[in-house]
C-alpha cells in the first residue's frame, strides 16, 4: 500500500505489528517515533521539524541534510531509512525559514464597491418581505434571501428588541458572465454592526503568501501580514507539487497546508487590526492556476502534462465552510479568473493593477520566479506566457543558494578596493538568495572571474591589474573552481565561506535563459522587439530586491534603458485588492481574463534556439 503522507511503498504484511523508532531533533530538543520504513524527513515532519525540500523531496536538490549523531554523519534527511532509534542534529542552512517577503505594491485606484454590504434597522418590521422591500429602496437593487424565508423571519423576530443589520451579498453570483442586478440577503445580526466590515485580500505564491485586510466601509488597507507558502516542503515548484498529488491523500495535504496558512494569516491581520475572524465578510484570492487549483479542491493531474489544460479558468466563488476558511460564515471566498495553461489569476491581478487593459503604452510586465509570468502588449492586444525557470533563484541547485531569509547574501558589488556584500537582518553570511545570485555573477563579468560562455577563466587568463584582494578570491573546492563571497581569509585560507561554483553558474544559466528566451518569443509573437519596450515593469517579491543593472548585466532583462524599468512591487496583491474593494474591478479582472491571449512558448519550434542563444551571458 501507500503510506498516505509520503507516497514510500512498503509490503501490505508489513503494515500490522509494524517496528516503532525513537528520533530525536536537535538543538530543538524534539522526539517523535515513526515507524521502520519511513524517512527522516517523514519523521521531521511529525515532529513538527520543517526543512527544507525545494526538490520534493527526491534527493535532487541536497537542502534537507542533517548530522546522525554521535558520529555527525551527514546524511539527506529525505533518502536516510529509519531502522533504529536516532538523534539527528539539524543545521539552520537545512531549515525552512520565514523568509523576506514583499507585501505591498503598485496601486491603482477604483471606486470603493464591494460585494458586501451591511444596513441596520432599528425598527425592523417582523416580515420578511418587508424587509427586502426596504433594502431593495436602500441599494436601488432587488433583494433576495439566499436561506429558507423561515430561518431568517425567525432570526429577524428574534432581534426586534436590539435592531437589526442585515447582510447582502452578491458573492455568490460573482462568477457569471455579469453581476447580476441583485443582492442575496445571507444573514441578519443583533445590534448595529455597520462598523465590522471587513474583508482580506490574498496572493498565494508559490513561494510566499501575502495577506492584507482591508476596512470595507472605507476601501483602506489596515493591516497586512505574509509567509511562506507551507507547501513548499513537498516541492519548491508546481511541477513538483502537481507530482506530489499523485500519492494517496497527496492533493489533501496540499489543500490542509495551504488553508492552514491562510487561516494563520487571516487571525495575524486580525490581531494587529484589533478585530475577530468573524468581522471579515469577504475574501479575494489571486494565484498560479496551480495554487488556484488546490485552494479550490480542483484536479490538478492534467496541468502536470502537455497539453498543460487547467480544470476550470472560470471566476470561483465559495462559502467558507467549504474550504475550511476560518472567516464569518455568511462570507464568501472570490477567486479571480485564469488565463491558460499555468498562468493564473495572479498574473491576470498583476495586469489589472499596471492598468494593462486601458494604456497605449507598449508594456512588458515580467513576474521572475521559480513559475515566472510574462505579459506584453497594449489595451488593444495583450499576450501572456509562462517560462519554468526552476528553482535556482530560489536556492536550489546551488551550493549555497536559500530562500530570502536571515544570514541569506542579498546584494554583491564593488566598494572600490574589495567585494562587498550585504546581508539580510545584518549577520553572519551563510547563505545566498536569488537577487545576491544575480549581482554576485554581474560582478564576476564584469571583473572577468567568468567569461560570457559562464566558464571560470584560468588563473593565467585573469586581468593582470586585477586587484589582489578579488584575485585571492578565486579557489579551488573539490578540484573545481569557484569564487568565495564571504568568510574570513587568514593565513592564506578562507574559513567559513560562502561561495560559488562552476556549477552554480550553469544553474542560473539555465533559469535566466528560459526567463529570457521567453520574453524573446513572445516580443517575436506579438511582432515586436525589444526596441519596441516602452516600459518594464518587474513584479513580484523576488522582483523588487535586484538590482536592475545586475539583471540586464547579465541578460536575465533585455538590454533596454534603465529608466524605462520600474517596480512594481506586489502587483498581484495590489490587483485582488481591487478586486475586494470594488465589484467594478472583478468584472473587469474578468474581462482581462478573456482578452489576454495566452502563448505556449514551450512548444513553439525555435524555443531550443533561442533558449540554447540566451544561454550565454551578454558581452560586456
Known amino acids: 500500500m501507500i ?3 509520503w507516497g514510500w511503498e512498503i509490503r501490505e504484511e508489513e503494515s500490522f505489528g509494524m517496528k516503532h523508532y525513537t528520533v530525536q531533533f536537535q538543538p530543538d530538543n524534539l522526539v517523535t517515533t515513526i515507524h521502520a520504513g519511513a524517512t527522516l524527513l517523514e519523521a521531521a515532519g511529525q515532529a513538527g521539524v520543517v ?17 546522525l549523531l554521535p558520529t555527525e554523519k551527514e546524511v539527506l534527511a529525505c533518502q536516510y531509512i529509519v531502522e533504529h532509534d536516532l538523534a539527528v542534529l539539524v543545521p539552520d542552512s537545512s531549515r525552512f525559514f520565514k523568509q523576506k517577503i514583499l507585501e505591498h505594491g503598485i496601486y491603482r485606484k477604483v471606486d470603493r464597491f464591494p460585494s458586501v454590504q451591511k444596513i441596520f434597522f432599528g425598527n425592523p418590521p417582523s416580515q420578511i418581505e418587508t424587509l427586502c422591500g426596504l433594502l431593495a429602496d436602500k441599494v436601488s437593487v432587488q433583494i433576495v434571501p439566499n436561506r429558507q424565508n423561515e430561518t431568517l423571519s425567525s432570526q429577524l423576530r428574534s432581534y426586534q428588541q436590539s435592531g437589526v443589520t442585515a447582510i447582502l451579498s452578491r458573492g455568490d453570483c460573482a462568477a457569471q458572465n455579469a453581476l447580476p442586478s441583485c443582492y442575496h440577503l445571507t444573514e441578519f445580526e443583533p445590534g448595529d454592526t455597520t462598523k465590522k466590515l471587513y474583508g482580506a485580500a490574498v496572493d498565494i505564491g508559490t513561494t510566499t503568501i501575502v495577506a492584507r485586510l482591508t476596512d470595507l466601509n472605507t476601501g483602506q488597507g489596515i493591516a497586512t501580514t505574509s509567509a511562506g507558502n507551507p507547501q513548499s516542503q513537498y516541492g519548491a515548484d508546481v511541477i513538483s507539487r502537481i507530482s506530489h498529488c499523485e500519492n494517496d491523500s497527496g492533493s489533501e495535504q496540499l489543500h490542509s497546508a495551504v488553508i492552514g496558512c491562510l487561516n494563520d494569516l487571516l487571525q495575524s491581520v486580525a490581531r494587529q487590526a484589533g478585530i475577530e475572524c468573524g468581522d471579515i465578510y469577504e475574501m479575494t484570492a489571486v494565484g498560479n492556476t496551480t495554487m488556484n487549483h488546490l485552494l479550490l479542491k480542483h484536479p490538478v493531474h492534467q496541468l502536470g502534462q502537455a497539453p498543460y489544460q487547467a480544470y476550470s479558468l472560470d471566476t470561483a466563488d465559495r462559502k467558507p465552510k467549504d474550504l475550511g476558511l476560518q472567516i464569518n460564515p455568511a462570507g464568501n471566498i472570490h477567486v479571480l479568473a485564469n488565463i491558460a495553461g499555468f498562468i493564473g489569476s495572479d498574473t491576470v491581478a498583476a495586469a489589472l493593477a499596471c492598468g494593462m487593459d486601458i494604456t ?25 506566457a509562462s517560462c519554468a525557470a526552476g528553482p535556482a533563484l530560489e536556492g536550489a541547485g546551488i551550493a549555497f543558494g536559500s530562500r530570502a531569509q536571515s544570514g541569506a547574501i542579498e546584494r554583491v558589488f564593488m566598494n572600490g578596493v574589495d567585494l562587498d556584500i550585504d546581508v539580510i537582518d545584518s549577520v553572519q553570511p551563510t547563505t545566498l538568495c536569488g537577487s545576491g545570485l544575480i549581482d554576485a555573477i554581474a560582478v564576476m563579468l564584469e571583473l572577468g572571474i567568468i567569461d560570457s560562455t559562464g566558464r571560470f577563466c584560468d588563473r593565467c587568463e585573469l586581468d593582470p591589474m586585477l586587484l589582489d584582494s578579488i584575485r585571492r578570491r578565486v579557489i579551488t573546492h573539490n578540484n573545481e573552481p569557484a569564487f568565495v563571497l ?25 533559469a535566466k535563459a528560459a526567463i529570457r528566451a521567453g520574453i524573446e518569443l513572445l516580443l517575436q509573437k506579438a511582432g515586436a522587439n525589444t526596441e519596441s519596450i516602452q516600459q518594464l515593469l ?72 533561442v533558449f540554447s542563444e540566451f544561454l550565454l551571458f551578454p558581452e560586456n
Not at 526538490?55 to 534537507?64: A, M, P, T, V
Not at 497605449?360 to 501572456?384: C, H, M, P, W, Y
Not at 593565513?491 to 544559466?509: P, S
Not at 481591487?578 to 519550434?605: G, N
Open 51 to 67: 526543512l527544507a525540500t525545494p526538490c520534493g523531496g527526491i534527493g535532487r536538490c541536497g537542502k534537507c541534510a542533517v548530522r
Open 538 to 609: 518587474l513584479a513580484g517579491a523576488f522582483g523588487n530586491y535586484i538590482q536592475k543593472e545586475s539583471a540586464v548585466r547579465i541578460g536575465l532583462l533585455p538590454n533596454i534603458p534603465i529608466e524605462k524599468i520600474h517596480f512594481v512591487g506586489n502587483a498581484a496583491g495590489s490587483g485582488a485588492q481591487m478586486a475586494l474593494i470594488s465589484q467594478d474591478a472583478r468584472k473587469m479582472a474578468k474581462k482581462l481574463a478573456e482578452k489576454i491571449d495566452y502563448v505556449e512558448i514551450a512548444h513553439q519550434t525555435e524555443f531550443q534556439m
Open 3 to 5: 503510506l498516505s503522507e
Open 360 to 384: 497605449d503604452t507598449k508594456t512588458l510586465l515580467v513576474d521572475i520566479g521559480t513559475n515566472g509570468e510574462i505579459v506584453f502588449g497594449t489595451q488593444s492586444r495583450l499576450l501572456a
Open 486 to 510: 564571504a568568510g574570513n581569509y587568514t593565513k592564506n585560507q578562507w574559513n567559513e565561506a560562502v561561495f560559488l561554483t562552476q556549477k552554480d553558474i550553469r544553474q542560473m544559466q539555465l
